[in-house]
């Protein structure tokens, strides 16, 4: 069996300066000089500072992506040891001690590059956890990495996912879906959140079994909703609207275009013991949902749209930007005076800037009655260290009466 080499790199200047200023990925073109021969997955990368010639940074080795070399430490030396991981594990772990002590028990244990571990994602729901891989680097660490995941997170077992890349060619010795750790007669794992209990599909749902970032949004709208009409749109398995009955609003309206999801959506609702006849399920397309409201004559007094990424690449972006000014335009034709509109974006390469403006674009400007409440980002789970990560985007809009919106314009 190869083993990981260990191999001296230098880099072009920009991508040395890139590097020293934190980015963690060196593309291929960036590399002036590499392994002398072929270098398995995960080898050790020594990059070499130009001008002194002393080591800098310390990567690992991804022959078959563009992104060559994976950033996994900063620093002249580097002895990539069990009790280096250890280090990185329980770094990672005190990011989240609070949101564990305040009760949350589905969280992001690593988030990738942000956590030093690129290409690794660790969700954590109550005893399990849920570990995506997304790059072969891993392949030689996985066996240390999983025994001392299981330790620093304390949980009973960890089921393996890859990403649909890694599925195509899979180079390691575990499947999708395996299991490690204590059985699990069921992939159906539930965990809390302020409150709120969920279902996470652990083997065969989305990325991990469940999509935890929006969670403080979500918290936000249980302590908002009594009384209120919550419209849900995108929503998935649920999550926004069970916060909203858990917040005791009047009714709750959700749509989606999977029957699936919402057949999950019903399953967290009994598990929560709320009442179903408050709740409105239904399976659509979005925009032609939304669009029959309108032609309904709906009102709600929150209105909660998060979509999935319109822009998984760069030329998408154009027609990305206009759904998103699009569900803009729909969404506040339902939102009660009052009311509160919540538009979220996960999409990477749409940036807060272009996103707020396709809102004004869509006409959520003071001068239409619309005041800006609040922008909000990433949880502590899923921190930021260099701008690609960067994905996550909420922003909160309250329609105001015509006399409020020109007295705040003056």
């Known amino acids: 069996m190869k083993v990981p080499a260990t191999i001296a790199i230098k880099l072009t200047k920009a991508a040395e300066k890139a590097v020293k200023q934190g980015h963690p990925w060196v593309f291929e073109q960036s590399i002036e000089k590499g392994p002398a021969g072929n270098a398995i997955p995960g080898s050790v990368c020594v990059i070499f500072d130009q001008r002194t010639n002393k080591p800098f940074a310390f ?15 900063r620093g002249a030396r580097l002895q990539l040891s069990p009790n280096f991981w250890k280090v990185q594990l329980k770094e990672a ?10 009760g949350v028990s589905g969280y992001r244990g690593i988030h990738g590059e942000n956590d030093g571990f690129p290409g690794l994602v660790l969700d954590i729901y109550a005893e399990v956890g849920v570990l995506k891989i997304y790059s072969e680097i891993w392949k030689p660490y996985k066996q240390l990495l999983i025994q001392e995941i299981k330790k620093q997170f304390n949980i009973e ?29 069921d992939e159906k794992v539930a965990f809390n959140e302020y409150g709120v209990q969920f279902l996470a599909y652990t083997r065969s749902g989305h990325k991990t079994g469940f999509f935890l970032d929006q969670r403080p949004n979500r918290f936000w709208v249980q302590q908002n909703a009594r009384g209120k009409k919550v419209l849900d749109v995108f929503s998935y398995a649920g999550s926004f609207g069970i916060h909203a009955l858990k917040g005791e609003a009047q009714s709750l309206t959700s ?13 967290n609702l009994e598990l929560n013991g709320l009442d179903p006849t408050k709740w409105t399920p239904v399976v ?26 319109f822009a998984k690449q760069a030329t998408e972006v154009p027609i990305a930007l206009k759904q998103y000014e699009r569900l803009a335009q729909l969404g506040k034709e339902l939102v009660a ?16 800037e272009d996103f707020q403006m396709v809102h004004q674009n869509g006409g959520i400007t ?44 003056g």
């Open 366 to 409: 003071k001068s239409n009655g619309w005041k800006y409440l609040q922008t909000t980002l990433h949880d502590d789970d899923h921190p930021i260290s260099f701008p690609e990560s960067n994905y996550l985007k909420t922003i909160f809009y309250k329609k105001i009466k015509e006399s409020q919106a020109h007295a705040i314009l």
């Open 59 to 73: 990567g690992l080795w991804d022959p078959r992506e563009i992104i060559r070399i994976k950033i996994i430490y």
């Open 157 to 185: 077992a960890i089921v393996i996912r890859f990403s649909r890349k890694i599925l195509k060619n899979n180079p390691f010795s575990y499947q999708e879906g395996d299991v490690i750790g204590k059985v699990l007669h």
């Open 93 to 102: 772990y005190s990011k989240r001690k609070h949101l564990i002590t305040s």
């Open 255 to 267: 749509i989606d275009i999977s029957a699936p999801a919402m057949d999950v959506a019903f399953e």
């Open 284 to 309: 659509a397309d979005a925009f032609t949902a939304l669009e029959e409201l309108i032609d309904n004559k709906k009102q709600f007094d929150i209105v909660i749209i998060d979509p999935p990424s």
């Open 337 to 352: 005076v009052n009311g509160t509109l919540i538009l979220g974006s996960c999409s990477s390469r749409i940036n807060l």
